[in-house]
T-cell receptor, first 112, second 115 residues
């Protein structure tokens, strides 16, 4: 079993829809939870970062972490065609090494 | 525009050969990590360097090695290339080891194809 599970999609939604992306994990030691966006032929770009449990909002993006269920989510409101990309969840225990454990990524297509 | 530059962008090598990939981090970024991203997969941690010393390694064999230089550049070396080494190799830098979990800036990667 992988430490981090993520549905690879693809996920196709119409412009303006609310998008929900999710990851589950097995390692209860994870403290840092991140969402990255990766466009084709580019490196991952950090979208949201949450420490421990709770919600965080930034513009059209909301990240939620439920440590009791080992479940994290990213919501995108009023989705735009420019949001079309692969979304990767990533987690870390923290400490000196700060190794990131990534999900497989979900490919999102927002149709105009 | 990312502050992390990787070269080359694409590379084709033959099985058994050796390859060196290069990364130039932002000035002041003393922590650099390398990740391997196979097609359709998330990035996997190879190793991390802090102030020119390796301080963490993932499940990769010793033929994967690295160097970090005082001028904030770094290298990933892979010996005895195998077909499964074909992947996108990503460099990520951070201004401090403590911010690594959320402070990494990734480069656009080097696409390595082993034939």
């Amino acid at each position: 079993q992988k430490e981090v599970e993520q549905d690879p999609g693809p996920l196709s939604v119409p412009e303006g829809a609310i998008v929900s992306l999710n990851c589950t994990y097995s390692n209860s030691a994870f403290q840092y939870f991140m969402w990255y966006r990766q466009y084709s032929r580019k490196g991952p770009e950090l979208l949201m970062y949450t420490y421990s449990s709770g919600n965080k909002e930034d513009g059209r993006f909301t990240a939620q972490v439920d440590k009791s269920s080992k479940y994290i989510s990213l919501f995108i409101r009023d989705s735009q065609p420019s949001d079309s990309a692969t979304y990767l969840c990533a987690m870390s225990i923290g400490g000196a090494t700060n190794k990131l454990i990534f999900g497989t990524g979900t490919l999102l297509a927002v149709q105009p | 525009e990312t502050g992390v530059t990787q070269s080359p962008t694409h590379l084709i090598k033959t099985r058994g050969q050796q390859v060196t990939l290069r990364c130039s981090s932002q000035s002041g970024h003393n922590t650099v990590s390398w990740y391997q991203q196979a097609l359709g997969q998330g990035p996997q941690f190879i190793f991390q360097y802090y102030r020119e010393e390796e301080n963490g390694r993932g499940n990769f064999p010793p033929r994967f090695s690295g160097l970090q230089f005082p001028n904030y550049s770094s290298e990933l070396n892979v010996n005895a290339l195998e077909l499964d080494d074909s992947a996108l190799y990503l460099c990520a830098s951070s201004p401090s080891r403590d911010r690594g979990s959320y402070g990494y800036t990734f480069g656009s990667g080097t696409r390595l194809t082993v034939v």
